[in-house]
């Protein structure tokens, strides 16, 4: 059976890898639309709406109402942050599914419109955390189901890449909601979802802006520390720090400390190096399963089958407090718990782990 997925803008970088790999699935027609975009450049990075589309061979729609009334079964919305909310209701109303671009919202109100609007229609919702279909990763969990591990203590986590270059609204807050804590934090967030199931309870922040500081409207380096209700301890460096130069967007590795012993993983480390000769620049050509498609490619499964997928949208909204509850750190200079940003989710939820499977 063929299924339609729809890409609802194309404001995120990564909706031209969502692109290419949707395109490339057998039983699968795709189809994009991104009504504001605007091309700034000639490289494919550069390319917005129509542009972008028509390089990579994809179907365009004029209108994200055009693209809806061609009935996709489930769309993929990559706009900025701040109209993940819109976005969301619209496809949801339409009865599609949704992959939605990480993080799931810029405010809690947003978080828990996007929950109740995919709830009424009764779709499925995964958000976009692809570091979690790793074969490090799971095998990282099936040690600690094991016991291997023994009880976990501390975790450490790096996640630093560049400021993006092509998309400026990335450090403007009204579009992004932030900086690099936004951008940086959830996907670490979500893996010690996948690996604990605990609850995150505190939240201290500090961040500034020396990085990138002639063009950044927002935070470019961080370290967000979080305090779990099972007794973790967990550190993220979340920053923009890689050079403008650099061979390689960026990196993102995991140190979990445990009483029966200490696992270091570095999720995009395998490579070739070397040097360009006609510049002196480094450059690396990195190798290993597309993360990309293997999340795609558990998103077409569930759009199939009707059984939903992780991360659901309620890993989604725990992510995102402890994304708020930073800021808020940020902003005060203390401690900030985390049931304190969530004050208004409702008994039902949050608070509750889903259970920690891809």
């Known amino acids: 059976m063929t299924i339609r997925i729809g890409v609802m803008s194309f404001a995120h970088t ?80 339409a009865g599609a599914h949704v992959l939605c671009e990480k993080p799931l919202a810029t405010s809690w109100e947003d978080g828990l419109a996007i929950r109740d609007a995919v709830e009424r229609a009764g779709v ?40 993006p270059r092509t998309r400026d609204w990335f450090t403007d807050p009204a579009l992004s909601g932030g900086g690099a804590i936004v951008d940086h934090v959830v996907h670490i967030a979500d893996m010690l979802e996948g690996l604990m199931g605990a609850a995150p309870e505190t939240v201290t922040a500090v961040a500034n802006r020396t990085l990138h500081a002639g063009r950044a409207r927002a935070e470019t380096a961080g370290l967000v520390t979080i305090t779990y209700d099972n007794g973790v301890i967990a550190a993220i460096d979340c920053s923009w720090s890689k050079a403008d130069t650099s061979a390689v967007w960026g990196g993102l590795t995991l140190d979990v400390a445990g009483t029966g012993g200490t696992v270091s993983l570095d999720f995009f480390g395998p490579a070739a190096r070397g040097i360009a000769a006609e510049t ?79």
């Not at 009504?35 to 390089?55: C, F, K, N, T, W």
């Not at 979690?132 to 591990?149: E, I, M, T, W, Y």
């Open 124 to 163: 499925l919702l995964m958000v976009a955390f692809p570091v979690r279909f790793s074969s490090a990763f799971a095998k990282l969990r099936a040690a600690h189901d094991a016991g291997a591990l023994g009880q976990l203590f501390a975790i450490r986590g790096t996640n630093n890449g560049m400021l």
């Open 280 to 358: 002196g620049l480094p450059i690396e050509a990195r190798y290993g399963a597309d993360l990309d498609e293997a999340m795609l490619a558990t998103f077409v499964d569930a759009v199939r089958t009707g059984v939903q997928p992780q991360p659901d949208v309620r890993v989604g909204l725990r992510t995102l407090s402890i994304v708020l509850a930073a800021q808020e750190s940020v902003r005060t200079g203390r401690t900030v718990a985390v049931d304190s940003v969530t004050a208004t989710a409702g008994p039902d939820d949050v608070s509750a782990a889903a259970p920690p499977s891809a």
């Open 14 to 93: 990564h909706a031209i890898g969502y692109l290419s790999a949707l395109q490339a699935m057998d039983g699968v027609e795709v189809r994009g639309s991104d009504p504001d975009g605007m091309s700034i450049g000639p490289s494919v990075g550069a390319l917005r709406g129509r542009d972008l589309a028509e390089a990579l061979g994809v179907a365009y729609a004029d209108t994200h109402d055009e693209l809806l009334a061609w009935q996709p079964d489930a769309v993929v919305v990559t706009s900025e942050n701040a109209r993940h909310r819109e976005l969301v209701e619209l496809a949801a109303a």
